[in-house]
């Protein structure tokens, strides 16, 4: 990055890195193959669908699903997804789970807006849900 060459290995914070089976923006095969690269603990995860259908997946929904498989090293996304696990639904509560292992502590909310900054209405926003 401008002229420095970066060296993930001396990243080795845990990282969770999530990828999408159908995402043409971050391609799963290439979310695993740069997984190989950090310095620390690694989960990649393989959530079902596309880029946002499969980020944005809450819980609730019930809706697709996701893998696990703790072989990152030197494999091929073919090979990994033939040895992963399938769960069904929400990739959501495993992530909750893996921060947890990490560090269970938990902080109040911040209060949502602000006197300069108030906010519209509740979340989601009903801009959220029209249909176009």
């Known amino acids: 990055l401008d002229g420095v060459h970066i060296d993930l290995k001396k990243v080795k914070v845990p990282v969770y890195n999530l990828a999408t089976r159908e995402d043409h923006i971050a391609p799963a095969e290439s979310v695993l193959y740069g997984s190989q690269f950090f310095g620390g603990p690694v989960k990649y995860v393989l959530a079902g669908s596309g880029h946002i259908a499969g980020v944005v997946n809450p819980p609730e929904l019930g809706k697709y699903q996701y893998w696990t498989n703790d072989r990152i090293q030197d494999i091929a996304l073919a090979d990994w997804f033939k040895e992963a696990q399938e769960h069904k639904g929400?990739?959501?509560?495993?992530?909750?789970?893996?921060?947890?292992?990490?560090?269970?502590?938990?902080?109040?909310?911040?209060?949502?807006?602000?006197?300069?900054?108030?906010?519209?209405?509740?979340?989601?926003?009903?801009?959220?849900?029209?249909?176009?």
Do not use: H
Request: hydrophobic share 40%; aromatic share 12%.
């Open 90 to 132: 929400s990739w959501w509560p495993d992530w909750r789970q893996w921060l947890e292992s990490i560090d269970a502590e938990t902080v109040p909310a911040r209060p949502v807006g602000s006197e300069a900054m108030p906010p519209i209405e509740d979340a989601p926003g009903s801009y959220v849900q029209v249909r176009a």
